[in-house]
């Protein structure tokens, strides 16, 4: 288990550091459930990117400065955009099969989405993250140098501070296989965390299973600096059905003309932004919020009956389907949505390369903070950031010493003092509390005194967990938990140093936004350790 390079996740930032790395890097992949069982393959919309002659570089960054509500990096934006063309055409060149239109400049379709100024947006019908990630895994699961490692979980990483040793550098990391519940050591000269986000702290969200906070989580408790956590990403239109868990009704649906309306049919969003249906998102779930609270509703309607049927079924083809199974016919009827928990906008602190506060430790994805995302995600460059930074961190680990790894043996997971787990119901009773707790007091508004609140339960909750973690053989729900717990604490923590509203972040006790737009960083605090 000794690997040039360790990548903790599957999606398209994972799969892309992989891939530009493989024919010249022994790498494995650890994945915590099967390869595809990510966010990436979940993703509809797609990738933004300047593809048209009609759109520009400054339009595109302008786009998602003015999305990140002042809190974007301007290089870090202006950088991943630039090298947004050369992604794409790197997906096209290994055969994504993106949907095409004869008569576009590029042979393409683009589509357009909420606080994009052009049409900007590369897909493959409504299921472009399924066909990038089912392209791209199936390519790396026939490289000879790509070992793929599935059900197993990263548990934590290996730092000099854990061995005692000199410096500020991670040597790899431990994985609980989940069959045998074994725990293994991985050595690796780099480790990549593309974890993806956290939404599943949340009790709705359009999510998998799988966005449970693991590579922040560790990356926080290694030393990495994490910021900008207070703004989550709630997408305004989640569909709204007791068997659908977690169907998300594309943005791209409001794009070609969906309109949001109230259960009478009257249209809502101009009373709340002059760009009605196509503002950005966190206009757009707050108004959702507003009329759903105002009017006590359990949701609203996304109506695109007026498009014809085949063009449903052309565009959103899954949607369509999905819908219809539901016993909603789109093209007849409007599609009930509420807001929910959909992308975690900060995260580990990276440079554009993906370097972390920890040498040989990069974070890429929704995992990492590059600053592209600022207070608010401008639809559809999730993407295409996992790309850029995926390629710029696999260009810097390829730039590298390959024998650059100190000859060290890393010490094994010691189990000697532990039991097995007396009483489950401990796990999954504190994971319900923790995510009801998260939508309740820290969802899309804020006040002062619900995030005291959930400070305050957090706190007991941690205390609980850190003793059922010490004292019990550890499992995938109990990781999944304690890496929870630590992500809401940086969310809580962090929304309530923000004395203002900005972006996804609103409090009704500061509803202002103060001049000067400044990122929230947290920085670990370790307890000085005795000399032995």
């Not at 063309?85 to 400049?105: H, K």
């Not at 108004?287 to 565009?315: C, N, T």
Request: proline residues 4%; glycine residues 8%.
């Amino acid at each position: 288990m000794n690997f040039d390079v360790a990548i903790v996740g599957s999606g398209l930032a994972g799969l892309t550091v992989a891939l530009q790395l493989a024919d010249t890097h022994r790498v494995v992949i650890i994945c915590k459930r099967a390869m595809t069982q990510g966010a990436s393959d979940w993703a509809q919309g797609g990738i933004a990117a300047v593809l048209d002659s009609g759109d520009s570089h400054d339009e595109h960054t302008q786009d998602t400065l003015v999305a990140g509500a002042g809190l974007c990096d301007d290089s870090a934006t202006r950088y991943i955009v630039e090298h947004g063309r050369e992604a794409i055409q790197w997906l096209i060149d290994r055969g994504v099969p993106f949907t095409r239109d004869d008569q576009a400049e590029l042979g393409y379709h683009l589509t357009r989405e909420g606080g994009h100024s052009r049409r900007r947006i590369i897909h493959a019908a409504d299921a472009t993250g399924h066909a990038v990630v089912s392209t791209l895994s199936e390519q790396a699961r026939q490289h000879p140098n790509i070992t793929i490692i599935e059900d197993h979980f990263a548990v934590d990483l290996i730092t000099s501070r854990k061995l005692g040793l000199p410096g500020n550098r991670c040597y790899g990391l431990y994985v609980l296989e989940d069959a045998s519940g074994d725990v293994q050591t991985i050595t690796a000269t780099h480790t990549v965390l593309a974890t993806g986000g956290a939404g599943k702290v949340y009790l709705y969200t359009t999510n998998p299973d799988t966005a449970t906070g693991d590579g922040i989580a560790m990356a926080w408790r290694a030393g990495c600096r994490v910021s900008n956590m207070e703004f989550i990403q709630f997408h305004p239109t989640c569909l709204y059905h007791p068997y659908a868990k977690s169907f998300l009704i594309s943005e791209a649906v409001r794009g070609e003309g969906g309109l949001l309306k109230l259960p009478d049919g009257t249209r809502f969003m101009p009373e709340h932004d002059e760009r009605a249906e196509l503002a950005p998102r966190d206009v757009v779930a707050r108004a959702i919020d507003f009329e759903m609270k105002k009017r006590g509703l359990d949701y609203v309607h996304l109506d695109i009956s007026h498009q014809p049927e085949s063009f449903l079924r052309e565009h959103f083809p899954t949607i369509h389907a999905r819908c219809l199974e539901l016993g909603i016919d789109i093209a007849r009827e409007p599609i009930p949505v509420v807001p929910a928990a959909h992308y975690t906008c900060g995260g580990v602190v990276t440079d554009t390369a993906g370097r972390t506060d920890l040498a040989n430790l990069y974070a890429v994805g929704e995992t990492g903070c590059t600053g592209l995302h600022g207070a608010n995600r401008l639809a559809s460059n999730s993407l295409l950031e996992c790309m850029v930074i995926g390629r710029a961190a696999a260009l810097d680990i390829a730039g590298q010493d390959k024998a650059g790894q100190p000859d060290i043996a890393l010490p094994q997971w010691d189990e000697s003092r532990v039991a097995d787990a007396d009483e489950e119901v401990v796990v999954s009773h504190n994971w319900d509390e923790l995510r009801r707790m998260m939508w309740n007091y820290v969802g899309i508004v804020r006040t002062s005194k619900r995030l005291e609140r959930a400070q305050h339960r957090i706190t007991l909750l941690r205390e609980e967990i850190a003793e059922y973690y010490a004292n019990f053989r550890v499992t995938r729900d109990l990781l999944e938990l304690r890496n929870l717990v630590e992500v809401a604490s940086l969310i809580v923590d962090s929304a309530y140093s923000r004395h203002e509203s900005r972006g996804l972040h609103f409090s009704r006790d500061y509803p202002e936004t103060l001049p000067k737009a400044l990122p929230t960083v947290m920085q670990p605090v370790f307890k000085r350790e005795r000399a032995k």
